[in-house]
């Protein structure tokens, strides 16, 4: 199983709990930057989580499993849990990923760029991401 460190899990926790607020209230759902990555150290898939349910299991973000069409929606951490790569590999979390971009932009950008690994690359070289590709 893949082990969210505690504050990855209370942040993915508090967006989760801020957005279902927003919709009990009818205000606008709030639009949080990704909390953590996921990815494939084999192969193109990544996930970007914004929120995790009350359930432990259902996160919600974008997922991009390497077809040029990333989407925003829920997966089960569990099952992101099960696979198994070659060499005994299994999906990690990218300690090293760190971004105040919303998950919006990021799902806008990595649509236009055709992942969401050109969308980083292409974060990583201007220095106002809100912007998005030309």
Do not use: Y
């Amino acid at each position: 199983m893949i082990v969210l460190p505690p504050v990855i899990r209370h942040a993915l926790r508090a967006n989760d709990i801020n957005r279902r607020a927003a919709v009990r209230l009818d205000k606008p759902e709030p639009d949080p930057a990704p909390v953590v990555k996921f990815f494939n150290p084999l192969g193109p898939q990544v996930w970007l989580a914004s929120e995790l349910a009350a359930d432990g299991d259902v996160l919600h973000g974008l997922a991009d499993l390497g077809f040029g069409c990333p989407e925003i929606g829920p997966w089960s951490l569990r099952e992101l849990s099960e696979v198994r790569l070659p060499f005994g590999l299994r999906i990690e979390i990218d300690i090293a990923f760190d971004t105040g971009v919303p998950l919006s932009v990021w799902a806008s950008c990595a649509r236009r760029c055709g992942s969401i690994l050109a969308t980083e690359m292409l974060f990583g070289r201007t220095d106002r991401p809100e912007s998005g590709p030309s």
